[in-house]
């Protein structure tokens, strides 16, 4: 079962001590004064989101994460099928059910690309567990996507034989993170932890969450349970050990 939302900001009292209420009646006074839950983790608020923001515009800080990237497989051949608004309501479905599994296990939603998504755990919410954290986020993506596609299949009988499903990648390590960029300033992580996870997520099969052996080193046997195997990574120099978790 997911963790339920926090009712204080996560982000002010592990930095500063300060229950900033979220969410219930004692929320409303808070709100007045544009107070509320933050749009890129709603375990957070906005005050935290406006600090973040302003203290990211600065490059090449080292944090310890987990990554994550989810793909939807299928949906190239879907877009062929569907009418062009069941594909953007396929497409708002797979972002809103990532969105809802990271942010229930305190993780960042980073990035949306194209049919793919980047999360990020340890930060700026911090965890000890981020790489089990991830993991079960990625359980719960897997589930919560199922869900939807067997709401979408009833709907749409003629697709009951198109490979519609997730995939996903998770390594954990030191990534750096900032505003990148000239033309187009873009606030992400960048590092070998961020390639390694994307590749292991093109490598896992529709409905596989695919980790590092960092990722099983942290997590632990109770939580990644599959057993490894060697794959060769486009880019990446040598045989990689990934376990399906």
Not at 43 to 61: D, G, H, P, S, Y
Not at 104 to 126: E, S
């Amino acid at each position: 079962m997911a963790p339920v939302q926090s009712r204080i900001c996560k982000g002010c009292w592990q930095q500063l001590r300060i229950p900033v209420p979220l969410r219930g009646p004692a929320s409303v006074p808070f709100r007045i004064f544009g107070i509320r839950p933050s749009r890129m983790n709603p375990n957070t608020c906005t005050v935290c989101e406006l600090m973040f923001t302003r203290i990211m515009k600065a490059r090449k800080i080292p944090v310890d994460v987990s990554v994550l990237f989810a793909d939807l497989r299928g949906y190239t051949a879907l877009s062929q099928s569907l009418p062009p608004d069941a594909v953007s309501s396929l497409l708002d479905a797979f972002y809103d059910e990532c969105a809802e599994a990271i942010w229930d296990y305190d993780g960042l939603l980073n990035k949306t690309i194209g049919d793919a998504i980047m999360a990020l755990f340890n930060f700026p919410i911090q965890q000890p567990n981020h790489a089990e954290q991830a993991v079960r986020a990625g359980r719960e993506i897997l589930r919560r996507c199922e869900i939807r596609r067997r709401t979408l299949l009833s709907e749409h009988a003629a697709l009951g034989d198109t490979d519609l499903g997730v995939g996903i990648g998770i390594d954990s390590g030191m990534a750096s993170f900032g505003e990148f960029g000239r033309s187009h300033r873009d606030l992400t992580a960048i590092g070998p932890v961020v390639n390694t996870a994307a590749r292991a997520q093109a490598e896992a099969a529709t409905g596989e969450i695919l980790v590092t052996r960092a990722v099983y080193d942290r997590a632990g046997r109770d939580i990644v349970q599959g057993e490894g195997r060697d794959y060769h990574l486009k880019g990446i120099e040598g045989p990689v050990r990934l376990y399906a978790a």
